[in-house]
């Protein structure tokens, strides 16, 4: 890989996440060497996704290039790479571009789309997780609706403008409020030579209720949020197969839709050589301590979403999102020059900043710690972290602007077929894209 040799330690770090990048922002100017690997050459605003699926954002508003985020560091390189395995006993990374020796490796490499096992509902259905997933499914949505035009057949025309998210967490509920936004005010604009009034937003909920890791005062203002925007709320509900037509579920009820978005669950991206029952736990996390070493390990750690750390707060580990994986970042970043320097560690210790989601215009719901509201607030309230936590002040200008065009046009200028997509070639473009 060309990286020098140096007398300092190498941290090598699998994954420019936001726990990937804050560790190796804390560590910029320690005396150690760091060398972060990840198949992209950008840092991808993940709770953004569902914007420019929906054509609210252009991909480059969320994603910055890691290298510019640590342009200038000393002792920091960055390599485009795919890793494949990791050798524990030799200390080294295995990637498609070579071999890299570690003093101490951390994997960042977070989480993908959890189908559970279901290979139907995985090779008919869309996920969210990506950018170039998210670009797949805005061209799916408008192609829908370009089709729907030119079939005389009614019932295929209904099942070109139905949709169907499975999972009522943050991703599906900020997806089915968007979309039911565009069937309101842009579809009758684009197409008016449609009755756009026949399209449904269905969500989907195998529990009893929305945004089940929030409070219950949320979840009811979420699902009367998007009720209000027209949006059909399913609960107690859970599909179980899709041939691309029609879905099925464990119920009586089916849905004859050209579009399943599946945002019902997602498993951290495990890494051959870190495989077996001594390190995975459920949902393919590695087990760790509260200094974040992997179990078995003292040079190996882990944070972010592939990380469980139990503890008696967190009995199934810290939520999978961007706050816990920040907190572990800058704590690991310390741990690593106190360990480099001789020094004892510091126990890990989440200090949870509370949890929000977005349903629509002037519609939020955010769980504070001391403090729960809903409404108008709480939207600018979620504008205004989401812009906080962006990388680059290009970017949190040009999504201001964005959403400020959006808000007083009632506008989505990035609805854009940019390359065509076909689901029936789908599970051969994710084969590529992961490999």
Do not use: C
């Not at 570690?102 to 789309?113: H, I, K, Q, R």
């Not at 967190?314 to 907190?327: K, S, Y």
Request: net charge positive; no cysteine.
């Amino acid at each position: 890989m060309n990286i020098p040799q140096s007398s300092f330690p190498r941290v090598v770090i699998i994954g420019g996440g936001f726990g990937g990048i804050a560790l190796a922002k804390k560590l910029s100017k320690k005396e150690v060497q760091v060398v972060l690997l990840d198949k992209h050459n950008y840092h991808n605003f993940q709770p953004l996704l569902y914007q420019v699926s929906t054509g609210g954002l252009e991909p480059d508003s969320i994603a910055y290039p890691i290298r510019k985020v640590l342009q200038g560091y000393p002792n920091f390189y960055f390599r485009l790479a795919q890793v494949k395995e990791v050798n524990t006993e030799a200390k080294l990374v295995k990637t498609n571009i070579g071999e890299i020796a570690y003093d101490y490796l951390v994997v960042a490499t977070g989480s993908e789309t959890n189908f559970f096992g279901n290979k139907a509902l995985e090779a008919k259905g869309m996920a969210m997780k990506t950018i170039p997933q998210s670009l797949n499914l805005r061209s799916l949505i408008l192609e829908n609706f370009e089709q729907a035009l030119l079939t005389d057949d009614l019932h295929e025309r209904d099942a070109l403008m139905n949709f169907v998210i499975v999972g009522g967490g943050p991703t599906g509920v900020e997806l089915a409020g968007a979309l039911a936004e565009i069937k309101k005010g842009i579809l009758p604009k684009d197409y008016p030579d449609l009755d756009t009034r026949r399209a449904q937003i269905n969500l989907v909920q195998a529990g009893d209720r929305l945004l089940p890791a929030m409070s219950e005062v949320a979840s009811r203002k979420a699902e009367k949020f998007l009720e209000e925007l027209g949006v059909n709320v399913w609960k107690n509900i859970r599909v179980t197969d899709y041939d691309g037509k029609r879905i099925t579920t464990n119920t009586n009820t089916i849905f004859d839709a050209e579009t399943l978005v599946w945002a019902a669950g997602v498993r951290a991206v495990s890494l051959k050589g870190l495989y077996g029952a001594n390190y995975l736990s459920h949902g393919n996390r590695l087990r760790v301590n509260e200094f974040h070493q992997v179990e078995g390990f003292e040079n190996i750690f882990a944070i972010g979403d592939v990380a469980q750390m139990t503890t008696e707060a967190f009995p199934h580990g810290h939520p999978m999102m961007a706050q816990p994986a920040m907190q572990q970042g800058r704590n690991l970043g310390d741990n690593l020059v106190r360990l480099v320097e001789g020094k004892s560690m510091k126990p890990f210790v989440y200090k949870d900043k509370g949890s929000m989601a977005t349903v629509g215009r002037n519609k939020a719901v955010v769980d504070l710690p001391k403090f729960k509201f809903q409404g108008v607030f709480a939207w600018f309230v979620w504008m205004f972290v989401h812009l906080y936590f962006l990388i680059g002040f290009r970017n949190r200008v040009v999504v201001f602007i964005n959403w400020v065009y959006n808000y007083v046009r009632f506008d989505r200028e990035a609805r854009l077929i940019i390359r065509p997509f076909k689901k029936q070639n789908k599970v051969e473009k994710d084969t590529l894209m992961r490999d």
